[in-house]
């Protein structure tokens, strides 16, 4: 885990400009709190920060001379197959010294140019500059885990791991695209790239950029492919099985302190039994310390709901014992939560989510005291359909996305002017229909198979997005390296295949649960679903609803004009009398309708964002 910033510019001399890119390195310290690099050439400069999980961290940015030029390489991220990557590189004819991953990667590109990410797996964000060519590669991993940001301007382009790194350079202002308001009023709706600031793009998932003197072009090196699954039900358990011990062998660390969240259900209980196995393999001494949270207020506020039927903490205590891990369980206030919400803005360095990343933030901190990398569960939902939508019938069959609910949206809100201009409704419905086409089709499929195809890349595509942005910012921030097994290119290609009857047999999740039928305790088996954990305090939905009835009826505020006062004030009172009655996302209580526009408010504040 590392950050990476960088600035090609073809009309300017950057080597009179080593303070800002010294600038734009330094802010990403806290993602690579170790050690700190910086190359630069007349018309390219890399920057980067290392976090060390083992031994010295490698020297980056790494520079290679070829003839009277320069190939330089800067990646941030982990790779999981560096010993085939290093003998494929050597039987190929290519030469290594230290076989980590900036030599190994530079090395795989002298060998076979941008296609070399093919043969990647890992997470990871990567910026090639060949002084050859005068180009620069800038490449991110499959499922999009690591972050990698760009801002192309005429004659240069700045890069960075997050939008820090690029505002720290002055050619960059930082603006508010007002078309973009529905992704900042709902980020699970961002198409792949997508981001709320005028001009800064986000390296799509599974895509490789080039950049020369005559502009950007892109290449998809990947994508799901739609094939028959002519496995029987115990053949694919087993499939299953086998993937997901080899996945998360590749991500334990080889020394040190290891860590993994657990809720006590079946995904993170899986990846925490599978960590614990494969340590006393090597090491019958070394322990596995696991970790989740609870809220002071459960007691008296808890209320249990479709997605979160009941509180962790008693279920990831059993998981632990059961499976033999040291467990720890953090107990946060909303005082707490208020405390470091702000900080959590700074590891995004764009709108939050408030008390969901704060609880985050709060639980990686106390991880980070003791380890450098913890595993998680993060994505079998979306990868094994976990969630209740899933098996709603109704749900499946509306031409909308499924998680999005019924309920009340932010951007059908704005003010007339920016409505006519915005066309919230019209922006959904093509948002869904961009996706709807990108489907990787099975010719001859079934109708139910088919939609269903459909109902999990929808799930595949936003939604996951901001799970994996959440889980990766929060922890980064912190110098904690969280790796997700359940995202691994070749678990996901396997499991897109399986047919929906397959993966629900027995009910949720149940192809997962066959395929680890024996490292789970029954508690986790017999579990309901239940999501990441959110306060239910009176205390925090006052705050929220106090906060939004300044933003919107106050003229000081920033936002104040860009929503019609009067149908804002009409949601601000349905919400605090708790009368919506239809579905919300992500299955969290009314006042978090509200999350979106506070933190929209305090990110344009405290950055300095400009609308228009």
């Known amino acids: 885990m590392s950050g990476l910033v960088g600035w090609i510019d073809f009309r300017h001399d950057l080597g009179t400009q080593e303070s800002v890119i010294h600038a734009m390195t330094n802010t990403m310290q806290s993602r690579g709190p170790d050690a700190k690099g910086i190359w630069i050439s007349r018309n390219a400069a890399l ?45 190929a004819g290519g030469l290594l010294k230290t076989g980590g991953s900036p030599e190994v990667l530079l ?57 820090k790194g690029i505002m720290a350079n002055p050619r960059f202002k930082a603006r508010l695209d007002l078309h973009a308001l529905p992704i900042a009023l709902q980020p699970r709706l961002a198409m792949p790239g997508e981001t709320p600031l005028a001009g800064l793009r986000e390296v799509p998932p599974g895509h490789v950029l080039t950049y020369a003197e005559s502009g950007l072009t892109r290449r998809r090196y990947w994508r799901l492919t739609s094939e028959p699954h002519h496995d029987s039900f115990d053949d694919t358990a087993r499939r299953v099985r086998d993937l997901l011990d080899d996945v998360v062998g590749r991500q334990l660390t080889s020394a040190g302190p290891l860590s993994a969240m657990l809720s006590g259900g079946v995904d993170s209980t899986s990846i925490a039994a599978l960590a ?47 499976i033999g891990s040291r467990h720890h369980t953090l107990t946060a206030t909303v005082h707490d939560l208020l405390d470091v919400v702000r900080a959590t803005r700074s590891a995004r360095d764009l709108p939050g989510w408030g008390q969901f990343d704060a609880s985050m933030y709060l639980l990686f901190r106390q991880i980070r005291n003791s380890s450098a990398v913890a595993l998680t569960g993060e994505a079998a939902d979306e990868v094994f359909g976990g969630y209740p939508y899933f098996f709603k019938q109704d749900v499946v069959e509306r031409a909308r996305f ?60 936003g939604p996951l997005a901001v799970i994996l942005d959440r889980k990766e910012r929060m922890s980064a921030s912190l110098g904690l390296d969280v790796r997700v097994p359940f995202c691994d290119h070749r678990l996901v290609e396997y499991a897109w295949n399986v047919p929906w009857a397959m993966k629900s047999k027995g009910g949720v999740k149940g192809l997962l649960k066959a395929a680890m039928a024996d490292v789970l305790p029954p508690g986790t088996v017999n579990r309901k679903k239940s999501a990441y954990p959110h306060v239910q305090n ?20 920033p936002l104040a004009g860009l929503f019609d006062t009067a149908g804002m004030n009409g949601l601000i009172r349905q919400i605090s009398a708790n009368a919506i009655r239809s579905e919300l996302p992500g299955g969290s209580n009314q006042a978090a309708l509200l999350i979106q526009l506070v933190e929209l408010h305090n990110w344009v504040h405290e950055y300095g964002v400009s609308l228009g």
């Open 107 to 163: 090395q795989a590109y002298l060998l076979w140019g941008d296609r070399f990410v093919d043969r990647v797996n890992g997470v990871f964000g990567f910026a090639i500059w060949d002084g050859r060519t005068q180009k620069v590669l800038l490449g991110r991993d499959r499922l999009g885990i690591k972050p990698l940001y760009y801002y192309e301007y005429p004659g240069g382009i700045l890069f960075a791991s997050v939008p």
């Open 538 to 557: 009176p205390s925090y939905d006052r705050t929220l609803i106090r906060e939004a009835l300044w933003i919107v009826n106050d003229k000081a505020s």
């Open 276 to 322: 614990v196995r494969r340590l006393r393999q090597d090491d019958a001494d070394r322990t596995l310390d696991t970790y989740c949270i609870q809220f002071e207020s459960d007691p008296a506020h808890f209320v249990a709901t479709e997605l979160r039927p009941d509180v962790d903490a008693p279920y990831a205590a059993a998981a632990a014992d059961f």
């Open 47 to 91: 920057g980067h920060r290392a976090l060390t999980v083992s031994g010295l961290p490698a020297e980056q940015p790494l520079q290679e001379r070829i003839g009277t030029e320069t190939v330089a390489v800067a990646v941030a991220g982990d790779i999981y197959n560096l010993p085939e990557l290093a003998r494929e590189i050597e039987g």
């Open 402 to 461: 499924p998680w999005l609910g019924d309920g009340p949206r932010l951007s059908r809100y704005l003010s007339p002017e920016l409505t006519a201009l915005i066309k919230p409704e019209e922006d959904e419905r093509a948002r869904y229909s961009q996706l709807m086409s990108d489907v990787p089709r099975l010719p001859g499929e079934d109708a139910e198979n088919a939609r269903m195809r459909e109902i999990f890349y929808l799930g595949l595509s």
